[in-house]
């Protein structure tokens, strides 16, 4: 895999980000969702579920857009190119020989003009009404039938002998998200290489995404791991201290907290696993009121995390070859993008530029809860808390008391405290 490091402190070190091709109709999200049903049908609907909570998170440059559209795809490829990043790492849906998505992918492999190393993450969770892989009110399953080691793997040669597949040590890199769904690993790998093997593909690099708590990759027979953040954090969560809006049941968490467990993760050659990041995340659009929100998920923070994880990658793995993900390109409904958006333009890209070129900054910009989003505070020897926004600017209190006689939340508040009376 090439790519211009003339202007990078990490010459070594590749950077990918995974790319979701949920952005296109198909019969499938017409019948299950509604008809014209896409990303951003949910993306769209967003809500601010707190005083100074950016939602929705809306693109600009790139728009509302259909990966059916060819000329979207190339402007894509070339946006991230110019940021620094390096390839894409498209998420592949397979379901015993039934593909759903595969259309930007399939003819992304056949445009020459899209010059973008790629590879591929088979997403082999089963899809279901609640966004994230819950085993009931399932819309397509995994059946892991006797045959599918092999037609599977028949299904990505025509990838894995493209030139602009990405390699490792000359073997096609494919990571599995959930590995430990296969009824048995060990034997479906065996299959994929003996298969590779026979048709002139001597060997292949296949790495175990890290979700789901599972950080043991080579417990499947696999040759590597990728952390997948946010998955299997233990930070705390300060929803306590966040100004929610009602019948909120998630989590806010600090992307510092987040970024620091990641960072305190040791490898080296006896634990062989990819880095990665995110740029932000919230997951609101999927998920409402039971929503992860990660606070603090600005383009500095970004930069920082990224520009330490760089290093350590370096540290770890010094004059290797290495990858850094960066989860995600285009996961919007996830608030979890570096295509630009109305809230930070192409700061994201930005940053990602400055990370590879030696970031200059030496601490986190943004930490803890935000005071624009802060709850009120308890006076001292008063069981009751402080009415919301009296302790704040006239301009919050004002944003407040019409948010909430909007909503309909200050009559429930009258009506609540009057049946205690």
């Not at 993760?265 to 634990?271: A, D, F, L, M, R």
């Not at 308890?378 to 069981?383: C, K």
Request: proline share 6%.
């Amino acid at each position: 895999m090439s790519s211009n490091t003339a202007d990078r402190e990490f010459g070594n070190i590749r950077t990918i980000a995974f790319y979701l091709p949920q952005f296109h109709p198909i019969p499938e999200n017409d019948e299950w969702w509604g008809k014209g049903f896409t990303e951003w049908t949910n993306v769209a609907k967003a809500k601010p579920l707190f005083t100074g909570h950016y939602q929705p998170h809306l693109p600009t440059d790139l728009g509302f857009y259909d990966l059916r559209v060819r000329e979207t795809r190339l402007e894509q490829i070339e946006m991230a190119k110019a940021s620094g990043i390096d390839g894409f790492c498209y998420h592949y849906y397979w379901f015993s020989g039934k593909r759903l998505l595969e259309r930007p992918v399939d003819e992304m492999l056949a445009d020459p003009e899209s010059d973008m190393p790629f590879c591929l993450c088979w997403a082999n969770e089963n899809w279901t009404r609640r966004w994230d892989a819950a085993e009931h009110e399932i819309l397509i399953e995994q059946k892991y039938k006797p045959e599918d080691d092999l037609e599977f793997i028949k299904s990505i040669e025509p990838f894995f002998r493209d030139h602009r597949y990405i390699t490792v040590d000359g073997a096609p890199f494919l990571i599995v998200y959930r590995p430990q769904h296969l009824k048995n690993s060990r034997k479906t790998v065996q299959v994929w290489r003996d298969y590779c093997a026979s048709v002139g593909i001597p060997k292949i690099h296949l790495a175990c995404a890290l979700t789901h708590r599972n950080w043991d990759y080579a417990s499947y027979g696999f040759d590597s791991g990728v952390e997948f953040p946010p998955h299997s954090i233990n930070v705390p969560n300060l929803s306590p201290e966040v100004d929610l809006f009602d019948d909120f049941q998630g989590h806010c968490v600090d992307f510092s907290d987040i970024a620091e467990q990641y960072l305190g993760h040791s490898y080296g050659p006896e634990n062989n696993v990819h880095r990665s990041v995110f740029p932000s995340w919230d997951n609101t659009a999927r998920r409402k009121e039971n929503a992860m929100i990660v606070l603090n998920g600005t383009p500095e923070n970004y930069e920082y995390w990224l520009s330490r994880t760089l290093r350590k990658t370096a540290q770890d793995f010094p004059d290797q070859e290495r990858f850094v993900f960066v989860n995600a390109w285009n996961e919007w409904a996830e608030g979890c993008h570096l295509e630009p958006d109305r809230e930070y333009g192409h700061a994201f890209l930005h940053a990602t530029k400055a990370a590879l070129q030696g970031s200059k900054l030496t601490d986190w910009t943004h930490v803890g809860v935000p005071e624009i989003s802060r709850r009120g505070e308890t006076t001292e020897g008063n069981a009751h808390p402080v009415p919301y926004g009296a302790n704040k600017p006239l301009t919050k209190r004002a944003f407040r008391l019409l948010r909430d006689t909007v909503s309909g939340r200050l009559l429930k508040q009258w009506l609540s405290a009057a049946r205690t009376k």
